[in-house]
């Protein structure tokens, strides 16, 4: 069966393309319906990786963020219909040691082969996980992104020490605002206090006991742990800061993405005896905690609602090339692709 790509051919350029898409006899055919946007394709869209990186990549369909519905499942595990989640990561091979989301075997769409801008993908049975019908579909889309969070604070909790009385979080974008929640609802009796750049942005966080803006920390202000939810050019400043306030042995998780390397005080590091480590991406258990943490939470599915931005409903090229040109110009939020394909 053809099945229309909208794959990236250069910088923001989207060509319709038409591939075969088999019925395999274990995978299933789902139908993309609700697309969100992550700074991830917004790098590809804009340019903004090496060249050497463009060449490589692209044309590739982007959108690793998504959620559909299932239109074939030879299995019957599924019925027809069915509204999933579909995690974009891909495993080839199983390891005891070294987690889905961090062998170097593994596919990941929209990084290295398509992602989800398609009128139909093909996908094994266990890269599918039921969703609740009456979930909202925009906040539902970007579960990928809060699984990514979600996995971050597991690995947290398995490496920091036990002393958990505050926790900073660097960082008031999407990425902040996902790992403050989980950590207000994951750890109830911890102070979680988010640091940013923004007032305006901050003004969002009100589940967070305290925000402070960067350059006006109060005297003495320490913590014994620390998020770092940033990236791009302003990682460096973060990290450093958390370095220099937080306590003797903290822990410290960095989360954003740069495409620079950013220099750390590694000589506090040692004075400190910190311990820092980095997350990237996640698995299908990571997004079965999280439908589990949704489920002993209801409320929080209020405060991700907050986050849904723009929602475009997508038919052609032009409508993608709007949708990615209105998301880059977004002050906060998720951009939602309704696929109308």
């Given at each position: 069966?053809?099945?229309?790509?909208?794959?990236?051919?250069?910088?923001?350029?989207?060509?319709?393309?038409?591939?075969?898409i088999?019925?395999?006899?274990?995978?299933?055919?789902?139908?993309p319906?609700?697309?969100?946007?992550?700074?991830?394709?917004?790098?590809?869209?804009?340019?903004?990786?090496?060249?050497?990186?463009?060449?490589?990549?692209?044309?590739?369909?982007?959108?690793?963020?998504?959620?559909?519905?299932?239109?074939?499942?030879?299995?019957?595990?599924?019925?027809?219909?069915?509204?999933?989640?579909?995690?974009?990561?891909?495993?080839?091979?199983?390891?005891?040691i070294?987690?889905?989301?961090?062998?170097?075997?593994?596919?990941?769409?929209?990084?290295?082969?398509?992602?989800?801008?398609?009128?139909?993908?093909?996908?094994?049975?266990?890269?599918?996980?039921?969703?609740?019908?009456?979930?909202?579909?925009?906040t539902?889309?970007?579960t990928?992104?809060?699984?990514?969070?979600?996995?971050?604070?597991?690995?947290?909790?398995?490496?920091?020490?036990?002393?958990?009385?505050?926790?900073?979080?660097?960082?008031?974008?999407?990425?902040?605002?996902?790992?403050s929640?989980?950590?207000?609802?994951?750890?109830?009796?911890?102070?979680?206090?988010?640091?940013?750049?923004?007032?305006?942005?901050?003004?969002?966080?009100?589940?967070?006991d305290?925000?402070?803006?960067?350059?006006?920390?109060?005297?003495?202000?320490?913590f014994?742990?620390?998020?770092?939810?940033?990236?791009?050019?302003?990682?460096?400043?973060?990290?450093?800061?958390?370095?220099?306030?937080?306590?003797?042995?903290?822990?410290?998780?960095?989360?954003?993405?740069?495409?620079?390397?950013?220099?750390?005080?590694?000589?506090?590091?040692?004075?400190?005896?910190?311990?820092?480590?980095?997350?990237?991406?996640?698995?299908?258990?990571?997004f079965?905690?999280?439908?589990?943490?949704?489920?002993?939470?209801?409320?929080?599915?209020?405060?991700?609602?907050?986050?849904?931005?723009?929602?475009?409903?997508v038919?052609?090229?032009?409508?993608?090339k709007?949708?990615?040109?209105?998301?880059?110009?977004?002050v906060?939020?998720?951009?939602?692709?309704?696929?109308?394909?």
């Open positions: 069966m053809l099945n229309k790509v909208y794959q990236l051919i250069r910088p923001r350029q989207f060509e319709v393309v038409y591939k075969d088999s019925f395999a006899k274990d995978n299933i055919i789902v139908h319906e609700y697309l969100s946007i992550c700074n991830a394709d917004q790098r590809y869209y804009q340019g903004l990786r090496s060249e050497s990186v463009l060449r490589d990549k692209l044309p590739m369909a982007l959108i690793h963020e998504a959620i559909g519905r299932v239109v074939y499942d030879p299995g019957g595990e599924f019925a027809p219909g069915c509204r999933v989640v579909m995690i974009p990561n891909t495993p080839m091979e199983k390891d005891p070294v987690a889905e989301n961090y062998l170097r075997s593994s596919r990941f769409r929209a990084s290295g082969f398509d992602g989800f801008m398609q009128e139909y993908v093909s996908m094994a049975p266990d890269r599918l996980i039921p969703l609740p019908e009456d979930m909202n579909p925009c539902a889309a970007f990928e992104i809060v699984s990514v969070c979600c996995h971050t604070i597991t690995r947290f909790c398995r490496m920091a020490h036990d002393r958990r009385r505050r926790i900073a979080v660097w960082g008031d974008g999407n990425v902040g605002y996902l790992t929640l989980l950590l207000h609802y994951l750890l109830p009796e911890t102070e979680i206090c988010v640091i940013g750049i923004n007032e305006y942005k901050l003004n969002e966080f009100s589940f967070a305290r925000v402070y803006l960067s350059d006006t920390l109060p005297e003495g202000f320490s014994d742990h620390a998020f770092e939810c940033v990236g791009g050019g302003g990682a460096s400043k973060a990290i450093n800061q958390a370095i220099d306030h937080i306590e003797p042995e903290g822990t410290i998780a960095i989360m954003g993405v740069s495409e620079d390397p950013a220099p750390i005080n590694t000589r506090m590091v040692l004075e400190k005896g910190l311990r820092i480590f980095g997350s990237s991406r996640s698995g299908r258990e990571d079965l905690k999280l439908l589990e943490t949704y489920r002993e939470y209801p409320d929080m599915l209020n405060y991700l609602e907050k986050i849904v931005g723009a929602v475009i409903e038919r052609n090229v032009a409508d993608a709007q949708a990615f040109e209105t998301d880059i110009h977004k906060m939020g998720k951009t939602i692709m309704v696929w109308q394909q």
